[in-house]
């Protein structure tokens, strides 16, 4: 199967739309915010008449209040790719969060089912001891686990919830194969070219309505599920509970999607198997992409 992936602004859901209006391809999203209901200026979803020409799976499939984990992405994505299969078309997976296109092409380590008591104990001491301390803890015991939850709270208190019931970090449970094979090309434009356009959508967003459309959500979900923790949503929510002003979120949202594109190159500089980087972006990324497909997959 074909992967697209690469750091956020790098143009994947454009590219990724175009050659779905042309080729016989659906999108099948890796992306983790996209999955939810009604994040949509925030996360430049494809618009339902975008979507109406280019199929997309695991685009608004979650309400905001629900969870969505690595494993049940997994079996969602693997499902949308059989079927994706099973009409004759070619599905190609589109996204940058990294932690889910490495579920879908290395496997996932088969986990024990979660723990909400030892979770919620969990919760209270990241609240209270703060995320380094607890990291630490999960790096004395497995640095390749510290390195893969990153600083995503919620990824680092899975996992030291297993680790502390089982005595085993996750990495060290054995691995479920991946149901399909992966060729995987990565958007990999220079930073002097990302940076400036990361700073124009940030203000963009702002200017389409980000701020009333998370005003919104907070007024349906009062108690500010995970999905608002998703950057731009979070320094938004920040604003509107009176923390500061409007141009301080702006300036945190464009130093947090700066800081996420960083932690992208370096997560994709390690992508194992099939991979090819295409350090180019706009009309040459599709040009690039377009006969990479052409090579790879006769289309």
């Known amino acids: ?17 175009r050659l779905a209006e042309e080729l016989p391809l659906e ?14 200026i925030g996360t430049d979803k494809p618009t339902p008449e975008e979507r109406a020409k ?6 608004d499939v979650l309400e905001p209040h629900e969870a969505m984990s690595v494993a049940r992405f997994l079996a969602l994505a693997e499902e949308a790719i059989a079927q994706v299969l099973s009409r004759g078309k070619l599905p190609l997976v589109v996204g940058g969060t990294g932690y889910y296109i490495r579920a879908l092409s290395e496997g996932l380590h088969d986990l024990p089912p979660p723990d909400p008591g030892v979770q919620e104990a969990l919760w209270a001491e990241l609240e209270e001891r703060g995320l380094e301390a607890l990291l630490a803890e999960l790096a ?24 502390r019931r089982t005595g085993t970090p996750p990495a060290r449970f054995p691995k479920r194969p991946p149901r399909f094979r992966y060729k995987k090309l990565v958007l990999w434009p220079d930073r002097a070219w990302l940076f400036p356009r990361l700073e124009e959508r940030a203000k963009a967003q702002f200017a ?16 500010m599920p995970t999905a608002l923790q998703a950057i731009g949503y979070k320094e938004v929510v920040g604003h509107l509970l009176g923390e500061y002003g409007l141009e301080e979120a702006l300036r945190r949202d464009i130093r947090a999607v700066k800081a996420y594109a960083k932690r992208q190159y370096t997560w994709f500089r390690h992508e194992p198997g099939d991979v090819v980087y295409l350090p180019r972006g706009g009309e040459e990324a599709y040009t690039g992409f377009r006969d990479w497909l052409r090579l790879h997959f006769g289309l």
Do not use: F, I, Q, W
Not at 27 to 40: C, F, I, N, W
Not at 54 to 59: E, F
């Open 1 to 17: 199967m074909p992967v697209l992936a690469g750091p956020t602004g790098s143009g994947k859901t454009l590219l990724a739309l």
């Open 27 to 40: 999108v099948v999203s890796a992306d983790a915010t996209m999955v939810y209901r009604g994040l949509d």
């Open 54 to 59: 280019a199929p997309h799976h695991l685009v």
């Open 140 to 163: 004395r015991a497995s640095p390749e686990d510290a390195h893969r939850v990153g600083r995503n709270p919620r990824r680092l208190v899975r996992a030291l919830e297993v680790l």
């Open 208 to 223: 389409r309505g980000l701020v009333e459309e998370v005003r919104g959500l907070l007024a349906r979900y009062p108690r």
